[in-house]
């Protein structure tokens, strides 16, 4: 195995981590500013206003997306255990 091979599986591997936490991230990011915004105008500082909220729409965005990315997670390991048989000399 190469080194060119080992940076090319490792840039692959980073690119499906950023590409299945990225839904998660995103809509924890969006409820956060909302939630933030929402405590900001009402002056209500309670940290379940903004732990309760944050857990249930990634629960939601879990279960919208989550058949998607276990799909790009079978996908990503077969690849890899195809392509073992090149990478063992």
């Given amino acids: 195995?190469?080194?060119?091979t080992v940076i090319e599986i490792g840039r692959q591997s980073m690119n499906v981590v950023v590409m299945l936490s990225a839904p998660l991230l995103l809509a924890a990011l969006a409820a956060g500013?909302?939630?933030?915004?929402f405590q900001a105008a009402t002056?209500?500082?309670?940290?379940?206003?903004?732990?309760?909220?944050?857990?249930?729409?990634l629960v939601i965005v879990l279960g919208l997306t989550g058949p998607w990315m276990i799909r790009q997670l079978i996908d990503y390991t077969q690849q890899l255990f195809e392509m073992i048989p090149t990478l063992v000399f």
């Fill in 1 to 4: 195995m190469t080194p060119d």
């Fill in 33 to 37: 500013l909302l939630i933030g915004m």
């Fill in 43 to 57: 002056q209500i500082q309670d940290m379940t206003l903004s732990f309760i909220p944050k857990l249930v729409v």
